[in-house]
């Protein structure tokens, strides 16, 4: 079974503050995505990262892909009380694109 | 607004009922997945179905089941509800011939609540 250990799993900041959150597996996925649930909401996906060592920026948020392929990091700078949410991180394993791994999350409070 | 729909947004019911779910997948998606998302246990996959077959089983209790219509939409059947059922339950869609990367477009979700 493949698992996603995300950490820390819950984060409390001050808005403008900068933040890193963490996705780990001991297994090596194709591709990995990263999503933000919001209360009431289902997730909705931020973006796939698919090559290993690979960095992608959207806005204030960098996802990077760890070189094995096994981890992913997403950074977010000057955090605004509108980043508050759930971040879940997703596995997709070989050509298995139906079942991906979901990690529990971390769930994240921006305070103003 | 992700184009997935599930209805209904709410449901209140009692030990031992049974409750159906539903799904309109995004305008073209090919394939549902239902998800069930708890507290202690995160966003856990319960099924894939494809045009209308079974793609993929994950952790679906024997007393849940599901299908998908020629039209697309899905169902999700929860019978013999225990305590323990009360969730959200999520609706996800894709067309696997257009990704080769699996991601999926999740709906607002059903919250269960089995008193």
């Known amino acids: 079974t493949q698992l996603l250990e995300q950490s820390p799993q819950f984060l409390s900041i001050q808005e403008g503050e900068n933040l890193t959150v963490y996705c780990n597996s001991s297994s090596v996925f194709s591709s990995l995505q990263w999503y933000r649930q919001e209360p009431g909401e289902g997730p909705v996906l931020l973006v796939t990262v698919v090559t290993g060592g690979e960095v992608k920026k959207l806005k204030r948020l960098t996802f990077q892909f760890g070189d094995a392929r096994k981890d992913s990091s997403l950074h977010i700078t000057a955090a605004q009380p509108g980043d508050t949410g759930l971040y879940l991180c997703?596995?997709?394993?070989?050509?298995?694109?139906?079942?991906?791994?979901f990690g529990k999350g971390t769930l994240l409070t921006v305070n103003p | 607004d992700s184009g997935v729909t599930q209805t209904p947004k709410h449901l209140i019911t009692a030990t031992g009922q049974r409750v159906t779910l539903r799904c309109s997948p995004r305008?073209?998606?090919?394939?549902v997945y239902w998800y069930q998302q708890s507290l202690d246990q995160g966003l856990q996959f319960l099924i894939q179905?494809?045009?209308?077959?079974?793609?993929a089983k994950g952790n679906i209790l024997e007393r849940f089941s599901a299908q998908q219509f020629p039209d697309l939409h899905s169902e999700l059947n929860l019978s013999s509800l225990e305590l323990g059922d009360s969730a959200l339950y999520f609706c996800a869609s894709n067309d696997p011939g257009q990704t080769n990367t699996g991601e999926l477009f999740f709906g607002e979700g059903s919250r269960l609540t089995v008193l």
């Open positions: 179905y494809y045009n209308g077959e079974e793609r």
């Open positions: 997703a596995g997709a394993s070989g050509g298995s694109n139906y079942k991906l791994t």
């Open positions: 305008s073209g998606d090919l394939s």
